[in-house]
């Protein structure tokens, strides 16, 4: 193994450990669409830990209007086909099976 393989498997060795739960907090916070602040929150303290500027931005949290931001209060659904090429009439609307 060369000498920058082991620098970067020792590298990977000792950061590990956060690494994981970083990972732990993020995919346990809250997340779904439309309340998404606790997951951001904890991206944005991973981010400026490791010395990033993170600027947060308004938004209000509850179900998103734009067709493609998804369906945070329709309960289960499944994706419209899309049309055709070119096509995206149905693209990213949702629809609560029958």
Known sequence: MSEMSEALDRAIDAQAEAAFAFLEALVTAPSVVGAEQA????FAGEAE?????????PFENGPVAHA???????GPCEPFPISGAGDD????RHRTPA
């Open 39 to 42: 997951a951001l929150e904890v």
């Open 49 to 57: 830990a490791l010395g990033f500027q993170v600027e947060r931005l």
């Open 68 to 74: 493609r931001g998804g369906c945070a209060a329709c």
């Open 89 to 92: 009439a149905g693209a990213g």
